[in-house]
């Protein structure tokens, strides 16, 4: 019988040795929020995490407004261009 490889699973292999990027929709109706928040408790301190309202499953979502929009917008920004910049 063929055993897995452990570094094919994030939960069985050692967490790289790299900086981890996570983001994840807070509406995401397929993967829970939860998935990515256990995966960066796994990878630690080397992972940045953001949950964002304004992704759901692989697109840009269109919830909030006005000034909570605006904020969520700039998170978003800063941790992709926080990733960009490594």
Do not use: C, M
């Amino acid at each position: 019988r063929l055993e897995p490889d452990p570094r094919l699973s994030p939960v069985r292999g050692p967490p790289p040795e790299l900086p981890i990027y996570l983001l994840h929709g807070e509406v995401d109706n397929v993967i829970p929020p939860s998935q990515a928040r256990a995966l960066a408790r796994w990878a630690g301190p080397r992972a940045r995490l953001l949950v964002s309202p304004l992704i759901s499953h692989v697109e840009l979502g269109k919830t909030g407004s006005g000034g909570a929009r605006l904020v969520q917008t700039a998170r978003l920004a800063a941790f992709l261009s926080a990733w960009l910049d490594r």
